[in-house]
């Protein structure tokens, strides 16, 4: 209710309608009321009183809508319908519709510790900057001073450590298509402040990013998509041109892209009102798409579980043929499932050789369902059933499997998954582009030099803008703050300049992958007020998940669409921890090829020749025929010497870069040349080459082959990245793809159930039986070991059957040692990296017995064994003392540090 009162006289009841204008001649504020007698009458406003009148406490004034802030130095809302504003440096008094703007507050956040920093670090590196570089540096910092101080910005919320939650703003559409956790990501980014989309190599970010602006657009709002270069934007022009949509984007930034831009506007493209569905329909489609996303994840993830089941599966058969071991027998009568095949062989192994108890009996019918004793009732037989268990282990894991798959695939066919998919990608289009068809368009001409005057018609017209972060705020008009800005390449974005998109926006959307090459930063050695604002230690994409903490969105991209299997699934072992779906498939193929130089000291100034001669002797010099032709093939290296080195020898339809420089980029297939040499062994050149961002890029840019060039010896045997990505290759790699002999491969699968069997069997075993307390005592403090930062590349098992760890017929032994190897001799543990699946060395538990003459032969032929294949042995007796510290000292020698390098112990 609205009170207007004139000389102190109450005219409320009189008045009909009245309003507050400006007599321009007389430069001052009126009051007209509009009476119910027809009559109206002019009155100064400063001899009236409106009630309610409210002084707002707010700086910045915007149009509705509008995204360009002025600053004010006063506002006061008459009876909620006018707004009299006196703008800062100005005498006069303005009027403006109340519901025709947006009043804001201004942040002090440019006063506070972290803007300082960041300021004092832009200043301290125009000092530390080349005379070339010194302009871009300066411009920064004018662009830093020229941020507006809103108090919804991201910037501030950054500075303060104090986000905003968001309320999603209707429905959502994807038209460029979308999968399960696509979706995810979409929806996150609408429901806060900011949100994080982590996107490794081949996962769809440009996909993400592209629905995500369609829904920003579709709203009516605005977004700037940045990055620390114009080029890692390119490519969501180019998609957005492929749809006809580039007509939406202005791409500004430095002043040569805004002339460019401005030289040849793209025209406004129309699109058929009628022919779109309506947002129910879509909504519908996307309600029966959602629960069909996640079969289509579980189908690929169940592929890629079938593929690694076979191939544990053929080692298991070429293991039981070159050492003559293959049973004739079936136990597929006995219908085992594969954790009760496990527990089977878990328990004839401890049976060993003693003969069967009536216990015995009784636990193999109850358990087992096994009524027939006879193939139980020596040493041999039992054997046979285990090497037979060995094999129905994985078939009948592999049945299993396969059902599962055949499952979900039919649920897939039944909802008609690929139509519905299309469905919705096509009606999303046609609806995003039926609205933008009915907005209204500005009627001004922009040219390079004026756009900024009616920035916020600009914007109507341009809604997305294109720039680099270090040039936006220079391509905006002074004063705006955007809806959204989406950050792409965050994990090489420098914290300075890329503030300066979370000044310029409400909503930050940022988009990287903390695991590939981070950014270089120019350091200053300013101390930060606080750690994650650390400008010489943290990108921005770093920086932002250590100031928001885990209450921000973060969103995986999983599926993974660009290399093959073989190739990406070393990435997602290695450095993804197993969550990326690999989308492609295996068809056969040969993906990986493994080259290993001779050893010798080859590196000279960071070039090799032998590596660039050894992969000439093997190198295919037309390709395969069915690539893409130009650039299909991408020789890198860690260093500018090889690449420079091999432009001279290499057909010129490779590419040729360091790993660095190929970041973003992809190839048929690539050939990674690690260069270093064995006298490098420990220097900074190699922690630089084994460097797990650098092994990551590398690996991931091929898409259908990758080839590693590496010499004998270099990386092999340790911790790091690249010995994980040798002993990877070895395993998984076609034996004709591997240039030196493969080594024997433990079955990680089988012994990872094998040992959850013997964990079972615990309670049931003697306490009076010293042999087994003895080893629960070892496997809890290998348990409690392992578990340390620097052990975590390693793991355990127990009870592994010598004759698995070593091939008999790989390497001369003694017909003794041949004897002792099939008679069922095992390790009491044997640790493994977890990439590769490689035995690292073995610990044995010595009892009493070990002093015996007899024990200490049996002994002395494991260690004997064991040397002969490299693989260290720990002997521990029971009579000891300090064994925690033994068993510290011995994996102390496979130990990664914190740098990601093996520890060594100062000599």
Sequence with gaps: ?????????????????????????????????????????????????????????????????????????????????????????????????????????????????????????????????????????????????????????????????????????????YPFGVNESQLQAVEQAFTSQASLVEGPPGTGKTQTILNIVANIVLRGKTVAILSNNNAAV????????????????????????????????????????????????????????????????????????????????????????????????????????????????AYLACLEDKRLRIKDRIELLLNFRILRMKPFDNLEKRKAVIYALQRHFYEELLRMKGAELDDCQQALDRGNFEALLEELSAGSMLYLKQQLARTPQPPVEFDAKTYRKDFDAFLKRFPVLGSSTHSIVNSLAPGTILDYVIIDEASQQDIVPGILALGCARNLIIVGDRKQLPHIPAKTGLAAPAEFYDCDRYSLLDSCIGVFGSAMPMTLLKEHYRCHPRIIQFCNQQFYDNQLVPMTLDSGEKPLRLI????????????????????????????????????????????????????GLLPSDFVKETVHKFQGRECDEIVFSTVLDKKTSGSEKLAFVDDPHLVNVAVSRARERFTLVTGDGVFSGGTGHVAALLRYMEYYADVDQVYRAPVVSAFDLLYEEYDQSLERLNDKLRDSDSKFKSERIVAAILRHALKHEAHQTMKFHSQVPLIQLVASSRLPLTPREKEFIRNRASCDFVLYF?????????????????????????????????????????????????????????????ARGPSGDACRKNQ
């Design 1 to 173: 209710m609205v009170s207007i009162f004139v000389d102190d006289v109450d005219r409320t009841r009189q008045v009909k309608d009245w309003k507050i204008w400006r007599d321009t001649k007389e430069k001052k504020l009126v009051l007209t009321c509009y009476f119910h007698s027809g009559k109206s009458f002019h009155y100064p406003l400063g001899k009236c009183r409106i009630q309610p009148t409210v002084k707002v406490d707010a700086r910045l004034l915007s149009r509705a809508g509008g995204s360009v802030f002025n600053a004010i130095d006063s506002a006061e809302i008459y009876g909620g319908r006018y707004a009299v504003v006196r703008y800062a440096g100005n005498p006069n008094d303005y009027v403006w519709n109340a519901s025709g703007i947006t009043l804001s507050s201004v942040s002090s956040v440019k006063e506070g510790p972290v803007f300082r920093y960041l300021a004092d670090v832009a200043q301290a590196r125009i000092a530390m900057s080349a005379p070339a570089d010194r302009p871009i540096t300066e411009n920064i910092l004018r662009q830093l001073e020229k941020l507006p101080a809103h108090e919804d910005s991201v910037l501030d919320a950054y500075c303060s450590g104090q986000w905003r939650s968001r309320q999603p703003d209707g429905e959502l559409i």
């Design 234 to 345: 390119d490519n969501v022009y180019e998609k957005l041109a492929k749809v006809d949509l580039d007509w939406l984007v202005a791409r500004l930034g430095s002043q040569e892209n805004r002339h460019e831009f401005f030289k040849s506007l793209a025209p406004v493209h129309s699109c058929d009102p009628a022919a779109a569905p309506s947002m129910e329909q879509i909504q519908i489609c996307l309600r029966k798409l959602s629960g069909l996303l996640q079969a289509r994840g579980r189908v690929a993830r169940l592929t890629a579980e079938i593929d690694e089941i076979n191939i544990e599966l053929r080692y298991l058969q070429q293991w039981q043929e070159e050492n003559e071991v293959m049973a004739p027998l079936s136990v597929t009568k006995y219908k085992l499932s594969p954790g009760k095949s496990t527990d089977l062989m």
């Design 834 to 894: 977890k990439v590769g699946k490689a035995p690292l060395g073995v610990i044995e538990v010595d009892g009493g017995s070990h002093d015996l003459p007899h024990q200490a032969e049996l002994d002395a032929l494991k260690d004997s064994i064991l040397k002969k294949y490299a693989i260290p042995i720990l002997r521990l007796k029971t009579v000891e003392s300090e064994i925690e510290e033994k068993v510290g000292r011995f994996l102390f020698q496979w």
């Design 596 to 647: 290993v130089t001779a050893k010798g000291n080859h590196e000279r100034r960071n070039a090799n020749r032998r590596e660039l001669d050894s992969f000439l002797e093997t190198l295919d010099w037309s390709g395969p025929s069915d690539w893409d032709g130009a650039n299909s093939r991408g020789f890198i290296a860690p260093f500018k010497a090889q690449v420079s080195l091999s432009r």
